[in-house]
């Protein structure tokens, strides 16, 4: 086997790549963020979640030098987030972001390749994103998933040691979105950072070995997977019935209750026991119940909506 054409260059041996300290953001009256600390180090993979409007993308873009904090401080590889020399250790990818329309795909990796002294190879990053057959093709002319994936491996092409994905797998289907996990874990294998966005929850656990959550410009959540499904305690409850839905919002403990295609209803509940007794209690018509542990996704929803005044 060849050697993979992704690996990390790394520059220097601070541990927190990326650090945020109090910091605070503020577009005309409205607060993006309020008091924000976060340190990302060496070797991560962090997810960071939020609703829309919660921070995520302020977040981001002062770790990556696009703005400046109106107070606190923000540190990219121990220096100044917005020096050059600084960012050439970083890639990136914003949510909302496009290559130049008439540049082929080959011409625009090429472009960006020259700006770094240990580029990888234009024909190899091609290879490993799926882009190779389309090298020709103007960047205009592109899908909405080829442009997410020509974006991503732009970010990787440096070899930086900290990238930053907002959103990075929109408009992908599931074969393209495996074939772009598969290339940021071989990024994180050669020992890259990761911090990213996503709003497809399986992304992140997929990725990320710790979550951190943001809600109205305040982190409210920081561990592990597990650690913050275990922040809420959240458990499903789900069974076959012939009742409608609307049947089981007020159970005890119930924070969700959704039916699946299969017509079996789930009640994400704080409490998985109450939850059963009182449906036995009531002498609801239930059968093949099952209990499992929540996901990533209920278990972020169940923060959210618990911090909402």
Known sequence: MTSPAITVSPRGTTTALASADAVTKTFGTTPALTGVSLQINAGESVGLLGPNGAGK???????????????????????????????????MTPQATAVPQNLTVGEAVRFVAAHYPDAVSSNELLADFGL???????????????????????????????????????????????????????????????????HYLEEIQALANRV????????????TVDEIRGTVSVSKVSFRTKLPPSSFGSIAHTVEVTTADNGRITLVTHNADATVRELVLRDLPFEQLEVHAATLEEAFRAITAKEQP
């Open 57 to 91: 993308s302020t977040l981001i873009g002062l770790l990556s030098g696009l703005r400046r904090p109106d107070s606190g401080s923000v540190r990219l590889f121990g220096g100044d987030p917005a020096h050059p020399r600084t960012r050439l250790r970083l890639g």
């Open 132 to 198: 190779a057959s389309i090298e020709r093709k103007q960047c205009g002319g592109l899908s909405g998933g080829q442009q997410r994936r020509l974006l991503v491996a732009l970010a990787l092409v440096g070899r930086p040691e900290l990238v930053i994905l907002d959103e990075p797998t929109t408009g992908l289907d599931v074969d393209a979105r495996e074939t772009l996990w598969a290339q940021l874990r071989q990024y994180r294998r050669s020992g890259g950072t990761l911090l990213i966005t996503s």
């Open 212 to 223: 951190v959550v943001i809600d109205r410009g305040t982190i409210i959540a920081d561990g």
